[in-house]
């Protein structure tokens, strides 16, 4: 059974319905390959057995074209003058990772063709198609075409070379550094299939916080046979790099990006690393950030390093995803200004090949945040998202948390900086300015559990992400009904209450830990559980009361313009929306404004009591969740359901937790009574 858990969304259950086997048999009879790529390979062995394994026949998988409804395969230099016109002009509307799915009518005999400009887009068409299947949806008369909206699509493995991963709850790292090159594991082949079926195209293998040691000949070519795994499914592989490795790992005396000799070691070390893998995507940085080392050290700037770094691989298409990141402990007046500060004067200063990653909010990962300002404050710089999977912040790979709907609200964010209609999404997927590279990455909640994720919801986080990074317009309801049906079932009877409890399980996580836009007040250094009162670290901005500035007077942190000001770094119109608290949507609140306990919200309740009763809500949000999760026992196997029900009784537990701990320690500066309805602490 542990099998279930570990096939993710590509389960392949046995259609039970005979007459849906039959409709889908009756258009699908064989299936033609018209080359033989190793992806093509690959899209063939997936249909193959994924239509026999669904629709429990066993049907022909040939090269050449007979009989009547056929699925094709093949890229569109493959097609037959035929069936190439039957295309007609949808070529024109893909992209080179695009794929057309048609149906079509050749000599009289109806087909479905699957196809794009170049292989990888008939894979991506494949599991398309079979997504239809899976979620139980017609295939007459296709007529799709889709392209993904990014070019890097792309997970950030916070891994350490001891197999520890940074931030990781779901075990060690997949990547088995020791038995590497020799061994290849089954496990990094399904790993790249489950990323190729949700579009993912690049995968940085290594921690932020980097080791020099993985540019080493040794390590390289370990890479380098991961790199010939993932290849064929359309995955570059990148790496993290540690910006004083020239020192480290090369003997130099200076990391200094200016220094003749530095330059010519990173030259070199691209030369290097490109022999072995010529389609290397390039290097993730962190610089000058938490420790880390950078160009600063030099007293060069963001822009020497990255463009340095750009350099080095730009004669073999690389690309240097420079992270923003930052914040210092000598402007301690406000962390979530500094990123923006640090990085819009540097707009249209990066080589063509950079492009800077930001996270989607201020301060870190946190289970709300308003969206970063700088997404649409440097329009003439490629900014890409980074999401974070693995739940830091968010309970771990113990509390159920669907991250999509988080996802989806930082994406249809406006960010006015073009007029009404900048979302966020439209500066990440190009359309805001047009630039060659676009890209959202997501920390990666990947370790070597059998279930892949820890939490068996969490696996719906992969996934989600992955679809978003295609299309980051996609509804978050459209990915969890899509999930659900490829995962566990087509019962609507499951679907519809499940899809609900996964919709508003983001909605209760606020509540019980950071309702009306409190933040960071987890405990310090694993970040796990409360921890609002803690106030003893060295740096300030790692206090919990830092972020909440509880006392007598009220609570929250006034980032208005009586307070740090930060709303100034928003477009007009938004920094207008949360600089008057009347207008500043109240789950931001307390993330703008410090407030009287006694300030009236918008449903006539003081902020005590309305603080008060979201911690209640959160608490009996998870209680629901439970009671609908209990019903779902009988549509699904044992193991998971019992998986997530002792998940979900942690994630009750924890939520009262939350709510006892942080009413507790805020109500001796309120001096105030918990009001009806909010449980007492036992
Ligand atoms: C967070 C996280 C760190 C991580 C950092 C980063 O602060 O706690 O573990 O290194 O983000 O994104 O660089």
Known sequence: LAQKDYKLWLQYEKKTNSKTISDYLSNIKGIVVLEDTETLKIAKNELHTALNDMLGNKMQAGAKLEGNNTIILGSKLALSPEIQKEIGSGFDLINDEGFIIKSISV?????????????????????????????????QNLNIADSPKTNIRILNHWDNLDRTIERGYAGFSLWNWQKLPGFIDQRYVDYARANASIGINGTVLTNVNANALILT????????????????????????ARFSAPIEIGGLKTADPKDPGVVNWWKDKAKEIYKRIPDFGGFLVKANSEGQPGPQNYGRDHVDGANMLADAVAPFGGVIMWRAFVYSEHDANDRAKQAYAEFVPYDGKFKENVIVQVKNGAIDFQPREPFHPMFGAMPKTPLMMEFQITQEYLGFSTHLVFLPKLFQEVLEADTYQKGKGTTVAKVVDGSYIKTKLTGIAGVSNIG?????????????????????????NLDSETIADEWLRCTFSNDENFISPIKKMMIESREAVVNYMTPLGLHHIMDTGHHYGPGPW?????????NPVYYHKADKNGIGFDRSKTGTNATSQYAPEVEKLFDNVKTCPEKDLLWFHHLDWDYKLKNGQTLWDGLALKYQEGVDQVKNMQNIWNKAEKYIDNERFKEVQMLLQIQYKEAKWWRDACLLYFQQYSGKELPVGVEKPA
């Open 448 to 472: 070597n559990d059998l279930n892949w994720t820890g939490h068996p919801f969490a696996q719906a986080n992969w996934y989600g992400f992955g679809r978003l990074s295609w299309n980051p």
């Open 534 to 542: 803690v106030s003893n670290l060295s740096r300030p901005e790692w």
């Open 217 to 240: 000949p040794q390590y390289l070519e370990k890479v380098e046979a991961l790199a010939n795994v993932f290849r064929p499914y359309g995955i570059k592989v990148y790496l993290t």
């Open 107 to 139: 000599s009289n005999k109806n087909h479905i063709v699957i196809t794009g400009k170049k292989d990888i887009g008939v894979l991506y068409g494949v599991y398309h198609f079979l997504r239809l299947i899976q979620t139980n949806k017609p295939i």
